[in-house]
């Protein structure tokens, strides 16, 4: 149950597009459909902005995409904004009802 | 709408034992995997634990196999973790979640777990 392995930060302008990587294994990322991503502002709660890997609840902006190849997911975020300015964690089934989180990426908007 | 509402948490001293209710509401709460994430302050989220809707099966991370309990009543609408012999790298907000097609689709607002003597 080792942590996916995401960038510590990443920055962009407002208006650019930013990628996150989210680095797993052959167990997890590599083997369900059931990986996600999480937005989380200082003080509050995470809120879920991509499931099974590529679907995007209601509500959240078509900015928001993500993908995956291989064991290696990603999220990207197009047309930046300062409300994107947040930690991002990526989270993937690793069978039996568990899950493993990845290590958190710090967005910046410049 | 969906509200899940954690409480529980405290200072505890190091060994000692703590329960974590979360009440949820607006939604049918049986049919539903729950978890708990936990956060270390400054630090990034962590998975838990899961059990599943009908309170059937549960699993647990390593770092607290054997020490946290993870358990529900579905009469009540109310998930539990119970955790004994708590350390002090249990210090953290600790988040119930509900699961939806493998996803954490709402989220309470935390309970403060603090470790220490």
């Known amino acids: 149950q080792s942590a996916l392995t995401q960038p510590a930060s990443v920055s962009g302008s407002p208006g650019q597009s930013i990628t996150i990587s989210c680095t797993g294994t052959s167990s997890d990322v590599g083997s369900y459909k059931l990986v996600s991503w999480y937005q989380q502002h200082p003080g509050k709660a995470p809120q879920v902005m991509i499931y099974e890997v590529s679907k995007r609840p209601s509500g959240v902006s078509n900015r928001f995409s993500g993908s995956k190849s291989g064991n290696t997911a990603s999220l990207t975020i197009s047309g930046l904004q300062a409300e994107d300015e947040a930690d991002y964690y990526c989270c993937s089934h690793a069978g039996s009802g568990i899950y493993v989180f990845g290590t958190g990426t710090k967005v910046t908007v410049l | 709408q969906v509200q899940l509402v954690e409480s529980g948490g405290g200072v505890v001293q190091p060994g000692r034992s703590l329960r974590l209710s979360c009440a949820a509401s607006?939604?049918?709460?049986?049919?539903?995997?729950m978890h708990w994430v936990r956060q270390a302050p400054g630090k990034g989220l962590e998975w838990v634990a899961i059990?599943?809707?009908?309170?059937?099966?549960?699993n647990y991370a390593d770092s607290v196999k054997g020490r946290f309990t993870i358990s529900r009543d579905n009469l009540k609408n109310t998930l539990y973790l119970q955790m004994n012999n708590l350390r002090a790298e249990d210090t953290g907000v600790f988040y119930c979640?509900?699961?939806?097609?493998?996803?954490?689709?709402?989220w309470g607002q935390g309970t403060l777990v603090t470790v220490s003597s």
């Open positions: 979640a509900r699961e939806s097609l493998g996803t954490f689709d709402s």
């Open positions: 607006g939604f049918t709460f049986s049919s539903h995997g």
């Open positions: 059990i599943w809707y009908d309170g059937s099966k549960t």
